[in-house]
């Protein structure tokens, strides 16, 4: 097994990359078991957060190139055939992109060290990421590899960056350390390389006890509004509300409100 999964606190998830001695690089089946374990921490009621990161020095390289290379030869240039390759993608790295996206539950990112090629996508997919002082984001894919980012990273990359920052990044592989990381607007904060997963903890504990219901509504009006005309960006929020004001959730926040007390929402998600 590539990862294990702990409970740090009460309706935390803390899953842990396992392969420090390969920067936590993952093989095909290593993606294939983690997408796994969010889709069951997706379906699980008695959690309610959860929090990546690596062991050892590094956050994730990555897919293990080694696993890869043992298709080489199945195309008549040498290299991967199309086909194996697109199955590979759908049954590991996407497949790992699309549970840990499709979890309805509040995703903290610790990242303890380098993020490298896919591990800079799976570190940037958190709802919140969290970077240690000495951790760096790397795309190499294009000038080490020929290839085009993966695992989500080009996507959250030019959406986090634009163009003018993007592209460059992932032409030159330049290797964005922490700070930069944090002024570009990449990252939600950086604490010191002792105080990162304890930080992260900490906030997956808080984010536990919010309204669960918001997030995947809260998600697609962050993603919606960068695709969007105001108009449409209005008829959404109308209609996201429309929703979430039935939800006991809700009528708990506003009671909550009024009598001037804490709310005490409930443990598991609402339709």
């Known amino acids: 097994m590539e990862h294990r999964i702990d409970s740090p606190a009460s309706g935390v998830a803390l899953v842990t990359l ?6 936590n690089a993952l093989t095909l ?9 969010f889709a069951d921490l997706s379906a699980d009621p008695g959690i309610r ?22 298709n080489f030869g199945t195309d008549p240039g040498g290299g991967i055939a199309p086909d194996r390759m697109r199955a590979h993608f759908d049954s ?28 800079a996508g799976l570190a940037l997919a958190g709802d919140v ?25 080009s996507w959250v990359v030019a959406r986090a960056l634009g163009r ?34 304890p930080a992260a903890c900490d906030l997956a504990a808080r984010l536990a006890t919010q309204p669960a219901a918001v997030l995947p509504w809260l998600r697609q009006a962050v993603d ?5 005309p105001l108009d449409a960006q209005l008829d959404f929020e109308r209609e996201a509300n429309a929703h979430l004001c039935t939800t006991p959730d809700f009528v708990e926040g506003v009671t909550a409100f009024r009598a001037k ?11």
């Not at 089946?29 to 374990?37: D, I, T, V, W, Y």
């Not at 290797?175 to 990449?186: T, V």
């Not at 919606?224 to 969007?228: E, P, R, S, V």
């Open 18 to 23: 396992t392969r420090p001695d390969r920067l």
């Open 29 to 37: 089946e290593g993606f294939q078991a983690l997408a796994r374990g």
């Open 49 to 70: 957060a959860v929090v990546l990161t690596g062991a050892g020095r590094g956050f994730c390289a990555g897919a293990d190139l080694d696993s890869l290379a043992a």
């Open 92 to 119: 590991s790295v996407n497949a790992l992109l699309r549970a840990m996206h499709g979890m309805e539950k509040p995703l903290v990112c610790a990242v303890n060290g380098i993020a490298s090629g896919g591990g």
């Open 129 to 153: 990421v969290l970077a240690a002082s000495g951790a760096a984001f790397h795309l190499p894919f294009a000038p080490r590899l020929g290839i085009v980012p993966d695992a989500g990273a």
């Open 164 to 197: 003018g920052r993007a592209l460059p990044m992932m032409l030159t592989g330049a290797r964005i350390e922490a700070a930069q990381a944090l002024d570009w607007g990449m990252i939600w904060g950086i604490e010191p390389d002792d105080r990162l997963l």
């Open 224 to 228: 919606l509004a960068t695709a969007q």
């Open 261 to 271: 007390r804490p709310p005490r929402f409930g443990q598991t998600p609402q339709d």
